[in-house]
């Protein structure tokens, strides 16, 4: 090799391997300091990439046990509603037996009634004031109306459904389901008469219907987005069965809530019997409702369970990806500190090589 003074490629050399040992001691430096193995996108490019998929995977399924939290508030709230208004009807029947008895008088019986009609004015004021976010769950419920009635040779029917999102986003994921509540109710080939109420809208609608089909009740899955989740219908007609939705409707068979006239004026010994009959129908019907609420609980809370679990593996993959592994990155340090001292000392000895060339010139 030649004796040169100008140009110290062994200087050069050290120069560019201190350089990079100075590089590692920074990033190490940083990743100890920060806790990130990954702390800008030179540093894994694709992993980067992959660990802010899973971060939006993460916080979808957060916002998606809020709206499952949700679907159960709303759900618990109707089902104290609904207890309430159980109890009533209840001592309704307890009032409606006592009418009953042939002993009573015509005054024991304007009492008895005075009480019961109180206390179905009760059973009504909680359907129409029971809200959840401001949204009314049982709205348009009334008494005595007569809401229309139903073409004999046609049929009507009317179907809501109750969506709310429980996946981490509405795009293409095994996780991005809905729980949506279809009931699909109000299939008539008869006459629809004295309904209570003058429009069917909301979580239930109270009534007397002659030739319903039983309710169904099924819980699918959607890709949708959030849609409302409280559908208003319009005033219960024959062609509005056609189009609205109805939620709850009057259903299951001839169990039918009907406080009508008969019902809400027990004065008479025959009256106060089949106020008996159609209060057993009321109370029936209230406990299957609870029941369903009951069940849409359970389903939300099970759907909870599992975005939990999915949220909890996702993020320990992308804590592999974007976390700092301290044994490793320790070591790595050390390894750096040396090689960067030894780098330093080199460097000296290189920038020093070049004085020897003096010797020849004495």
């Known amino acids: 090799m030649a004796s040169v003074i100008n140009t110290n490629i062994a200087s050069l050399n050290t120069q560019r391997n201190l350089n990079t040992s100075q590089s590692s001691l920074n990033t ?15 540093d894994d490019a694709a992993g980067l990439a992959i660990a802010d998929r899973m971060n939006s995977q993460v916080r979808g399924l957060a916002v998606a046990q809020r709206n499952a939290n949700d679907g159960i508030s709303m759900a618990q709230t109707a089902e104290g509603a609904l207890a309430t208004v159980g109890d009533n009807l209840q001592r309704m029947r307890e009032l409606a037996v006592q009418a009953s008895n042939g002993t009573n008088s015509a005054q024991d019986r304007k009492t008895l009634n005075d009480e019961y009609k109180q206390l179905s004015d009760e059973v009504f004021r909680v359907l129409n004031g029971t809200t959840f976010n401001g949204q009314n769950l049982f709205t348009g419920v009334g008494q005595g109306a007569s809401a229309g009635t139903g073409s004999t040779s046609g049929s009507a029917s009317a179907s809501l459904t109750l969506s709310f999102q429980v996946g981490a986003n509405v795009t293409d994921n095994k996780l991005n389901d809905q729980i949506t509540i279809t009931l699909d109710d109000l299939s008539n080939n008869g006459t ?32 949708a987005a959030l849609d409302n989740l409280f559908a208003t219908g319009s005033t219960l007609t024959a062609d509005a069965l056609a189009s609205s ?53 359970n389903r939300f809370n099970a759907v909870i369970s599992n975005l939990q679990v999915s949220s909890e593996n996702i993020t320990a993959s992308r804590s592999r990806i974007m976390d700092t592994d301290y044994a490793a990155e320790t070591a790595n340090l050390t390894r750096a500190q040396i090689l960067q001292q030894a780098g330093t000392a080199m460097l000296s000895q290189a920038n020093s090589a070049p004085q020897s060339v003096l010797s020849l010139l004495k």
């Open 28 to 42: 190490s430096i940083q990743r100890l300091s920060s806790g990130l193995r990954v702390n800008s996108a030179k």
């Open 192 to 223: 629809i008469a004295d309904v209570i109420g003058t429009t069917a809208k909301g979580l239930i609608g109270l009534g007397n219907t002659t030739q319903v089909s039983s309710a169904q009740v099924t819980y699918t899955s959607a890709k």
């Open 245 to 297: 939705a109805v939620t709850l409707q009057t259903a299951v068979d001839s169990a039918k809530l009907a406080l009508d006239k008969a019902v809400a004026d027990p004065t008479a010994q025959s009256d106060a019997q089949k106020a008996i009959k159609n209060l057993d129908k009321a109370i029936s019907l209230i406990s299957s409702k609870r029941a369903e609420f009951g069940a849409v609980q």
